[in-house]
Structures are given as C-alpha cells and as structure tokens.
C-alpha cells in the first residue's frame, strides 16, 4: 500500500525557535497534501491544504506566517512552525491525497504524525 | 458550516458487539471514512461509504444514510486491541476531510 513518511517523528524545542517537518510520499506523487494538528484527547484539526507548486490554503484561524508551508514536488511536503511557542506542542500529522477519488476508496494516506514539545 | 457529532467514549465488554454513530451537517460530501486511532499514532483507514447501505468488511462494517446525514461504524467480536479512539470523517469534493472528535472505546474483558 501507500506510504507516507513524516521526519522527525518527534522533536523537543525552546520557544522561540523555528521547527521543520517533513512529509514525504514513498511510492506514489501526491497532488495534495493535507497538515492536521492535535491536541491531546481531541480530534484531526485540519490545518492547510497544500498543492505542488502553489500556496497552501489555510483553514480558518491558522496564521499563514506562523505555519509556513513549502510543497516542493509531488512527493514532499514541508511545514515549518516559525517562533514556535509552548501552545504550538501538538501533533502534527500530514496527509498525501491522490486526487482519484471514486477509484481507490481510500486516496488519503496519513504519515505516523510528528510529536513537537515546546519549551 | 461544517458539523460531525459522535459520542465522546464508550465501554463495551470483549466478544460483545458495539455500534458507534456519526451525524454530519456538512456543506459538501464526498464519502464518509471510519478512522482507528491508537493513542500517539496516526489514523488508519476502516471503511468508506460513499452510497447509501452496508459495507462489511471482517468484523468491522459501515453503514450511511445520506439523507439522513447519518452514519455508524459496528464492531463484532471486540477484542481488547479494539480498545482505541474511533474518527468519522467527512470528505469533501476537494479530498479535504472533516473530522468528527472521536469516540474512545474502552473494551473490557
């Protein structure tokens, strides 16, 4: 099946500072890729929508200049959370999108997620 | 706007038979989605809905109404590893997914 890969798969860093993370689709190009974030006991809160080669579309009440999203080529993703503070700790997890939808009943694969502690 | 409601826990004995239900308001659909999600991990996939009626697949199996915005996943034969958070999702035309907030299942035995 398809794999979607995300690195680092946890980081720890002072507030302040800027964190990268990767999202990579191994065997397959990904049209769109999709960046969640959680909180602890709560859902998938959908974050942006990215597409290769264009700006990323944010979802209501996420700052675009905070959460910088590169979407380079059709098999990597990045999300770059700039001045990250203690309430940016979360769980990221992205998403690569195949775009057939009606053909493969699940076009959407999650990457393992990536834990971010801010100090 | 967008709207998916799901209980937020259940407790259901091992062997047992558990059916969690999912309503959506949503302002586009394309497909229903029944996520499992262990605590720390990402999602996998379940089941998917797109027309009306049953899916079955092994011991899990989803059901969709579309005119009633309503959805359930049913688990047969719970096993201790059942015991995690359960996600219904929304797709929309776009691919983009809506999620719900989960139900926790607790599987005793």
């Known amino acids: 099946g398809a794999v979607v890969s995300q690195h680092p798969s946890w980081v720890i860093c002072k507030s302040g500072t800027s964190v990268k993370i990767e999202c990579r689709s191994l065997?397959?190009?990904?049209?769109?890729m999709f960046w969640y974030r959680q909180f602890p006991k709560q859902s998938l809160m959908l974050m942006a929508t990215?597409?290769?080669?264009?700006?990323?579309?944010?979802e209501q009440g996420v700052e675009k200049d905070k959460f910088l999203i590169n979407h380079a080529s059709l098999t990597l993703s990045t999300l770059t959370v700039t001045s990250a503070h203690p309430e940016d700790s979360s769980f990221y997890i992205c998403s690569a999108y195949t775009g057939t939808s009606g053909v493969l009943t699940d076009t959407q694969y999650f990457g393992p997620g990536t834990r971010l502690t801010v100090l | 706007g967008q709207n998916i409601d799901q209980p937020t826990e259940m407790t259901a004995t091992e062997g047992a038979i558990v059916q969690i239900n999912c309503t959506y308001q949503?302002?586009?659909?394309?497909?229903l989605f029944w996520y499992q999600q262990h605590a720390g991990e990402a999602p996998t996939f379940l089941s998917y809905n797109v027309l009306d009626g049953l899916e079955e697949k092994g011991r899990f199996s989803s059901f969709l109404s579309r005119s009633k915005g309503y959805s359930y996943l049913l688990l047969k034969e719970l096993q201790m590893k059942d015991s995690a958070s359960y996600l219904c999702?929304?797709?929309?035309?776009?691919?983009?997914?809506?999620f719900g907030q989960g139900t926790e299942l607790s599987v005793k035995p």
């Open positions: 949503t302002s586009g659909f394309n497909g």
């Open positions: 065997d397959f190009q990904a049209t769109t």
């Open positions: 999702a929304v797709r929309e035309p776009l691919g983009k997914l809506i």
């Open positions: 990215s597409n290769e080669g264009s700006k990323a579309t944010y």
